[in-house]
């Protein structure tokens, strides 16, 4: 729930939805709201002799659709960010195949994710882990990564006194007990081989689920740890009749729409690695970058960008051409979360000066550039999403309990390294361009490394003054 005056939101409040959140939010969902109104995006820019300056709408539509139409569709590439709503991955995918653009990316971390729909969902579901009786976390902090979902597991915890939690990754605290039972693939492979006490513990219950993350995922071997996984998933018997528990965490809220959507490689295209190297090649000349802007900027260095998103942040510094558009709370949109369930999202408040809807930004430049996109407005472009991904069309249906997965097609087989799983929210404050830009989120930040750096200056001091005491006689008592 969005409460607003005018344009400027006020307060974000839960709504009472027991099969994801129940009626809860984290203190970040509830106080991020001052970002929506800070380093906003309110009028377009060209760059020109290496600066930004503010364009009118139609002057900056001709210049990119310009550039489109002079680049050789080979050369042309798009990416997703994380926060992007389906209506605008469609609108955004189907421009680039009418261009004939081949290379596009919705992974800005690099997760080795696709396929089978089942293989990339959080196939248990939300509510569904208080029915599990033994888990296994692999490379994720839920604690940071996904709030809501830790919680369940805590309630889990307290409801079944004796249930065993497993860690593969980062100790952390993560207000439930659990074993620790190593940091990196190799304590994947072991239990994938049938090793340890926690193997039997899995294979011996009656709902055993897995909970892969993204610090498992996005790294070089990312293919061969996520068929690993799926590995020790068969050799419990995690996904049977009436139950599936394979799961994959998703921290992005805007990805799992656009998997489904299939915001991906077509054949002969390039991935998001492949895209950054073209560009540092001068084999991609254009990318369109829809609100991507955790991935460092200087790999655009090569390319003419088009940024389209609704804050001044990493990305929008370094384009050629900026699109301002609307944030969440300002435009009609489905997202998808973890679980594959399709959220209708409703405008609360309008975007501020002149930044536009998402889908809308791109269907105008579609008709600048000669492909007019064939939907004139929201409905005819959800009727066109939907008959893509009829699941988009089901709003607030959760996975379906057992739903088929063949676990011998997901990941890769190859060789695994020695790294341990690190979680890839490193500062639970600024994960995103709206975090970034509030005031109370850069306070919290401030204070929580503040926090940190004094217990780490406490225990450095704290050891001599333990190992002394030691020393003396008695000391151990």
Same mark, same amino acid.
């Given at each position: 729930?969005?409460?607003?005056r ?17 009626e809860?939010i ?25 600066k ?7 002057e ?7 550039k ?5 569709k ?9 926060l ?27 997760a ?24 296994l ?9 996904a ?26 605290d ?67 009749e009436?139950?599936n ?39 991609i ?5 829809l609100?991507a ?25 370094v384009?050629?051409v ?10 009609n949109?489905?997202?998808v979360?973890?679980e594959?369930? $399709?959220? +209708? !999202?409703?405008? =609360? ?5 002149? %930044?536009?809807?998402?889908?809308a930004? /791109?269907? @105008?430049?579609s ?6 996109l ?66 109370t989120?850069?306070?919290?930040? $401030?204070? +929580? !490394?503040?926090g =940190? ?5 406490? %225990? ?5 003054? /333990?190992? @002394? ?9």
């Amino acid at each position: 729930r969005v409460d607003v005056r005018g344009r400027e939101v006020l307060r974000i409040l839960p709504r009472l939805n027991e099969a994801v959140n129940e009626e809860w939010i984290s203190d970040k969902t509830r106080f991020i709201w001052d970002g929506l109104r800070r380093q906003r995006l309110d009028q377009p820019f060209i760059r020109e002799n290496g600066k930004l300056r503010p364009a009118r709408w139609d002057e900056a539509l001709t210049v990119v659709a310009e550039k489109l139409k002079a680049t050789p569709k080979e050369k042309i590439a798009g990416v997703v960010g994380d926060l992007a709503p389906t209506e605008a991955v469609k609108a955004l995918k189907d421009l680039l195949t009418a261009i004939g653009a081949p290379h596009m990316d919705c992974r800005q971390d690099g997760a080795k994710l696709g396929g089978e729909r089942a293989s990339y969902l959080f196939n248990t579901g939300i509510a569904g882990l208080e029915r599990a009786d033994a888990i296994l976390l692999v490379g994720t902090n839920p604690r940071k990564e996904a709030a809501m979902i830790n919680a369940r597991l805590r309630k889990t915890w307290l409801a079944h006194l004796g249930i065993r939690i497993g860690v593969i990754g980062e100790a952390a605290d993560l207000s439930f007990d659990y074993e620790h039972l190593g940091e990196g693939p190799e304590a994947l492979s072991g239990l994938a081989a049938g090793k340890g006490d926690f193997f039997q513990a899995l294979k011996n219950a009656e709902r055993p689920a897995i909970v892969i993350g993204m610090g498992a995922l996005t790294r070089p071997d990312g293919e061969a740890v996520l068929a690993e996984a799926a590995k020790l998933a068969g050799a419990i018997g995690a996904v049977k009749e009436g139950w599936n528990g394979f799961n994959i965490l998703h921290t992005a809220a805007g990805r799992v729409g656009a998997l489904d959507l299939k915001f991906l490689p077509a054949e002969g295209g390039r991935d998001l690695a492949g895209i950054i190297e073209g560009c540092k090649s001068r084999e991609i000349e254009v990318v369109y970058n829809l609100g991507a802007d955790e991935i460092d900027p200087r790999n655009w260095a090569g390319a003419f960008m088009v940024y389209q998103g609704h804050h001044g942040d990493a990305a929008a510094r370094v384009a050629d051409v900026v699109f301002p558009a609307a944030a969440y709370t300002e435009q009609n949109a489905i997202y998808v979360n973890t679980e594959g369930r $399709a959220q +209708m !999202a409703q405008r =609360a408040a309008f975007p501020p000066g002149e %930044a536009r809807e998402d889908w809308a930004i /791109l269907r @105008a430049l579609s008709d600048r550039v000669g492909k007019t996109l064939p939907y004139d407005d929201l409905f005819a472009l959800r009727q066109a999403m939907i008959a893509d991904a009829p699941s988009l069309g089901r709003i607030d249906q959760g996975p379906e309990a057992g739903a088929p997965l063949d676990l011998s097609k997901i990941g890769k087989a190859g060789a695994l390294g020695k790294e341990p799983f690190l979680s890839p929210v490193g500062d639970f404050y600024m994960t995103n361009a709206i975090a970034r830009a509030s005031k109370t989120m850069a306070e919290c930040s $401030a204070t +929580m !490394a503040e926090g =940190a750096k004094a217990k780490s200056a406490h %225990a450095y001091f704290l050891k001599p003054e /333990l190992h @002394a005491a030691l020393s003396q006689p008695g000391g151990a008592a």
